[in-house]
């Protein structure tokens, strides 16, 4: 995480605005699968793109849902990504007509691996950074690279100082 830092700026999302902007992914995708069926199963990278995957799965009918786990960090020190858990390869195939779906990318590193094993499938993010904007297929919003995205789950309410402070 230490290359990442510091970032100028924070985008921070709500779970409302997730849930919006994962639909509108959604609806992009709809009747854009290689196949008249359309899309036949949904990946999910494990962890964050698991929430935005279940609202794609939703909003798509898709029924099929797996998810590929991508480790690239141990501690705070950044190592090669590798795979340490696959989907239903079986059932995967090259990735035709499956969509791969995670909630941002950043550097592309992780996306670089899993499309290495899943070749054919789409890769859709809901929020792109410049770096890693050629290894998605389809995503919804993009922020500068120097941006944290802060997601719902890293984040919980509580009580901020008025600007003009009270004795
Ligand atoms: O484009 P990259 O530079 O590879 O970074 C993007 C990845 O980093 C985050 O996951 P992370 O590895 O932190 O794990 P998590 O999803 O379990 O939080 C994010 O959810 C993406 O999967
Ligand atoms: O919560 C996160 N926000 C980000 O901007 C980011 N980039 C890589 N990994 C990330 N995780
Ligand atoms: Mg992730």
């Not at 997730?18 to 494990?46: F, M, N, Q």
């Not at 798509?60 to 020190?77: A, E, F, G, M, P």
């Not at 059932?91 to 995670?102: F, N, P, T």
């Amino acid at each position: 995480m230490q290359d990442r830092l510091p970032h100028e700026k924070g985008f921070h999302v709500s779970w409302d605005q997730l849930h919006r902007d994962a639909r509108a992914l959604a609806w992009r995708l709809d009747g854009h699968g290689p196949d008249p069926e359309g899309w036949r199963a949904v990946v999910a990278i494990t962890r964050g793109g698991m929430a935005p995957a279940m609202i794609v799965a939703r909003e798509l009918d898709i029924r099929t849902v797996d998810t590929i786990s991508v480790k690239s960090y141990n501690h705070q020190t950044q190592s090669e990504p590798r795979v340490i858990k696959f989907p239903d390869m079986e059932l995967m195939g090259k990735g035709r007509g499956v969509l791969i779906v995670d909630d941002l990318v950043d550097t592309g590193r992780t996306l670089e691996v899993v499309r290495a094993h899943l070749p054919e499938a789409h890769v859709a993010t809901v929020y792109a950074k410049p770096q890693g904007r050629n290894q998605v297929d389809s995503y919804i919003t993009e922020v500068s690279q120097d941006t944290w995205i802060f997601f719902p789950w890293d984040m919980a309410l509580q009580y901020v100082q008025p600007y003009r402070g009270t004795d």
